[in-house]
């Protein structure tokens, strides 16, 4: 843009900048122009068919494509919204032309949705039509649009000339087949003659839910078709093209053949758009510069503008806006987890504290750092830690010595893991991060630092925590991955790994803070006592015709007599008698030493792992709903701190033996199921007692049933 200095306006108009190929760019209060470098010597290399003039509609030479929607037989009928005339006489010459090109033609069809004529800010209107009810009801292919998230690490910080390529109106090159046609009728009314008709789409409609998809496949097939110049490649996002390369005259003569391609094969290029060998360009809502990326400032202004969010779908689409650049934001999930929350509330209650932290996400997204683009052809460094059930990281490459940020990671534990001790969650938190970054190297070795170290805990610890599925899962991910090496490092955030010492001994030992963490009482044991009582528990619960059996029993191992036994409610489950067994045994060992034998892996984490964290947390799960059992295991926390020295041990069930183990917990089991069989005389009258866990006396209020 021309100025003068005495003058307070620009010299070029507007036709002339666009003309021109001028853009105007608004960076931090700051004007900034952008000049149009294609050549006239370049232009003479490109065929001007491939150039959108308005005159005429490209078009794929295709098989047309057909739709398919639930309950064809079905019609979907919606009236057409009352439009005003001034929009009606917007929309008129839209439409001429557009039935005038072959993509809109008459028809008299059983199904019809609305338009709508949308105002714009040039004082034009644009052609909508609310095909939401065709949406619903529309069988859709299964998408194979590339991930916007990860697109761009497909380019390496060697390619640092770029091209930008806007296909025009590319949905309405692809054919529709004749039998679908229909489906995406419309009614028109003419401004000037009141004539009413029915028109319908020739081609692929915009606002159709799986267009998207449909004309990336299509042109995903026709570029197959396409050998770019050596050091150069081509990323496709439905109708966006790039073209990168290391060089400017081997972009330049990539782009030139890629437009003369496009256009023999039908397709149409807004010129204006047209981003031509650049070190510099705008893509999918992106700045590349120089093998680098960068948000856009106006995407950024935009979020920045954005009011607080009133309903849930303002949240979803907060939410969308800030998910596209989570890169950039170190502790993403974390700082976005109140949003994430509001969603599963009845009612959106938006508060002081809610304010605060949309300002410091926005904060962050304004403060975004320039990333990196990933080399594959180097090795990765991946920072992890876990903090507030949520793993967080960054993903780096070194460059002269120094590393680089790639990418920032994080993801939200599941409820699960979220119950579980800080250095077993970064078993998780490692997990999740080198699968989420796996994204990005496309098999390069990744070197994993984290102040935890994973890979003892994950052998010598998870085996109590995670079930056989998660272990196997964990194992195959962090141990048995070539690529992948475990490190420990005293950082404990990105910005100490960035700028800190990366490899180091961790300031704790994690085994040891597992046990602290979740002992209920310092000398509580996992293997039997020398000294003391030996006691075997069991819990036993079976449908017997029609009828729950449910009872109790503990056994002197030393003996094989029955210490005490008994019958429970009818609502008590197998776990329920198992969490019984072993809160009586803890009383009857009051003030004494013992062992505990349970055959229940529920009753010994109770005692072992969970307890000590569900009691600090209140007795509720990750999600603050109150524990099933709750009652009993409160009891039992209370009762494993009585004894003077305990041990409480798991054994297996139903094994086959005369080891002291084996008989003394099949002694258990089967006087289990027998005072399984014991009856109460009053049972309806004593069931509140029951729930309390009151034990009845055998003698005076049992007595066996006959069967």
């Not at 003419?190 to 042109?219: E, H, I, M, Y």
């Not at 031509?276 to 992106?286: A, I, P, Q, R």
């Not at 650049?325 to 009612?347: D, N, V």
């Not at 005293?490 to 960035?498: I, K, M, W």
């Amino acid at each position: 843009m021309l100025l003068v200095e005495e003058a307070d306006y620009n010299l070029l108009g507007r036709d002339l900048i666009v003309a021109l190929g001028i853009n105007l760019i608004v960076r931090n209060s700051q004007i900034m122009v952008s000049i149009y470098k294609l050549t006239c010597e370049d232009e003479d290399k490109i065929n001007p068919k491939v150039w959108h003039t308005g005159k005429e509609a490209g078009k794929l030479a295709m098989e047309p494509i057909s739709i398919e929607i639930e309950k064809p037989e079905d019609p979907i009928r919606i009236r057409q919204y009352p439009i005003p005339l001034e929009g009606r006489r917007g929309l008129k010459p839209i439409i001429e032309d557009l039935i005038k090109k072959g993509i809109l033609e008459p028809c008299m069809s059983r199904h019809n949705t609305p338009i709508l004529a949308v105002k714009k800010g040039d004082g034009n209107y644009r052609l909508v039509q609310d095909l939401r009810a065709i949406n619903e009801r529309t069988r859709t292919r299964f998408p194979v649009v590339a991930n916007p998230y990860t697109l761009l690490n497909r380019i390496s910080p060697k390619d640092t000339w770029y091209s930008v390529i806007d296909l025009k109106d590319a949905f309405w090159t692809c054919p529709l087949a004749e039998g679908s046609r229909d489906f995406f009728a419309f009614q028109w009314e003419d401004p000037d003659t009141n004539r009413k008709q029915q028109l319908r789409w020739a081609s692929l409609p915009q606002g159709f839910v799986d267009s998207p998809n449909l004309f990336g496949q299509a042109l995903e097939q026709l570029l197959s078709q396409f050998s770019p110049r050596k050091g150069t490649k081509i990323l496709q996002y439905v109708d966006d093209l790039l073209v990168a390369g290391e060089t400017e005259e081997g972009v330049r003569e990539c782009t030139i053949d890629l437009l003369n391609f496009l256009g023999e094969k039908g397709l149409k290029v807004a010129k204006q758009k047209l981003q031509f060998t650049e070190s510099g360009v705008k893509y999918l809502g992106h700045w590349l510069v120089k093998g680098k990326k960068k948000l856009d400032p106006a995407r950024i202004a935009g979020i920045v503008e954005l009011p607080p969010p009133k309903t849930k779908r303002q949240v979803r689409q907060l939410l969308g806006l800030l998910g596209y650049c989570r890169q950039w934001i170190e502790g993403y999930s974390e700082k976005a987890k109140f949003l994430y929350e509001k969603l599963t509330a009845e009612k959106i209650k938006w508060t002081e504290q809610d304010d605060k932290e949309l300002e410091q996400l926005k904060g962050a997204l304004v403060t975004a750092p320039v990333l990196n683009l990933p080399d594959i052809n180097k090795k990765f460094q991946l920072f992890v830690n876990v903090g507030n059930h949520t793993a967080h990281g960054v993903l780096t490459q070194e460059w002269a010595g120094d590393r680089k940020p790639v990418g920032y990671l994080s993801k939200l534990l599941d409820p699960v893991s979220r119950g579980w001790p800080t250095c077993l969650q970064a078993i998780v938190a490692v997990a999740l991060l080198v699968e989420e970054a796996k994204k990005i190297t496309f098999g390069a070795p990744i070197t994993v630092y984290t102040p935890h170290n994973v890979r003892t805990i994950l052998q010598q610890k998870a085996e109590k925590w995670l079930t056989d599925a998660r272990l196997l899962k964990y194992e195959a991910i962090l141990l048995h991955a070539p690529e992948l090496e475990l490190r420990t490092t005293q950082a404990s955030n990105p910005a100490g790994f960035l700028f800190g010492e990366a490899s180091s001994e961790p300031i704790h030992n994690c085994i040891d803070l597992v046990e602290l963490q979740t002992k209920v009482r310092e000398d509580l044991e996992d293997e039997e006592l020398e000294e003391g009582e030996k006691w075997f528990v069991d819990g036993s619960a079976r449908v017997i015709e029609g009828k729950r059996k449910s009872g109790y029993a503990i056994i002197d191992g030393k003996t094989g007599e029955v210490i005490k036994s008994g019958p429970l409610g009818t609502s008590w489950s197998a776990q329920a008698c198992e969490l019984y067994a072993v809160l009586q045994a803890l009383k009857g060992l009051k003030g004494k030493i013992g062992t505990i034998f349970t055959d229940s892996k529920y009753a010994f984490g109770v005692v072992h792992t969970f307890g000590k964290i569900w009691e600090e947390r209140g007795l509720v799960n990750t999600r603050g709903k109150g524990l099933i059992h709750e009652d009993l295991i409160r009891q039992i926390l209370k009762a494993v701190r009585e004894p003077k020295a305990i041990a409480v041990v798991y054994v297996k069930s139903h094994q086959a033996g005369l080891q002291f183990r084996i008989r003394g917990n099949n002694l258990a089991d089967q006087e289990a199921r027998k005072a399984a069989l014991l009856t109460l005389d009053t049972l309806e009258s004593r069931t509140e007692i029951l729930e309390k866990f009151l034990l009845i006396p055998q003698k005076k209020r049992l007595r066996i049933s006959r069967k």
